[in-house]
């Protein structure tokens, strides 16, 4: 027991022992409903590592436990080597490299195999919050600045960047609702009804929820 304490805190393993616990505090989360297991699918691409076709934090997690379980056995025969300190050193980095090398392997393999049993689903598009309702961020909403708080399907939250199309000349507004008097400044709701690809905003106007007909009218 001593002999896996010790070279579980020891170089290279403790690097993987302490990936292997965010790993284990992240299921932790998924299993108590307070984070997704795509939570990172949008974020990191895996696809030029051969590790694509599962969600990214299952081909991480595998990974990181095969190479911390490669890594502790690599540490423990070579304390039984009888090699000198220095000599052990450099083999040291070598069960590193090695335990990374053997785990991409063995993650790769198993992903091809099972790949089949997570459907591919279209990533996540900004263009999906047109049609929403956000939260008012910044003081004032003009033709040239403001943010929004926006709640996705999900129900994780984004600040997006939104622009008010009042101030505009009519010829140059985007299709919409009409222009409103109302203002639009924090805490107030408005409504994403097109967005600008070029800038990377949304349009917005003003929302008013008791004027809302509701989706049977």
Do not use: K
């Not at 598009?125 to 929004?148: E, K, N």
Request: glycine residues 10%; hydrophobic residues 50%; contains cysteine.
């Amino acid at each position: 027991m001593d002999e896996f304490l010790s070279a579980a805190i020891g170089f290279p393993a403790v690097i993987f022992g302490a990936a292997l616990v965010v790993i284990i505090c992240f299921w932790l989360l998924v299993l108590a409903g307070a984070a997704g297991h795509d939570s990172f699918d949008a974020d990191l691409d895996t696809g030029p590592v051969g590790l694509g076709g599962v969600p990214v934090s299952v081909s991480v997690s595998l990974l990181i436990v095969f190479a911390w379980f490669g890594s502790l056995t690599g540490t423990v025969l070579l304390r039984h080597s009888g090699t000198d300190s220095a000599t052990r050193a450099v083999l040291a980095v070598a069960v590193l490299a090695g335990s990374l090398l053997v785990a991409w392997a063995a993650v790769r393999l198993l992903v091809h195999r099972f790949r089949r049993f997570f459907p591919a689903q279209p990533p996540p598009s900004r263009l999906d919050f047109v049609g929403s309702v956000c939260t008012i961020r910044t003081g004032t909403v003009t033709a040239t600045f403001g943010q929004a708080e926006v709640v996705s399907r999900d129900g994780s939250t984004a600040i997006v960047q939104v622009r008010r199309a009042d101030s505009l000349p009519s010829s140059s507004r985007p299709p919409g609702p009409a222009a409103e008097d109302a203002p639009l400044a924090t805490g107030g709701s408005g409504l994403l009804y097109a967005y600008d690809e070029d800038g990377e905003f949304f349009w917005v106007a003003p929302y008013d929820a008791a004027l809302d007909p509701g989706p049977n009218s």
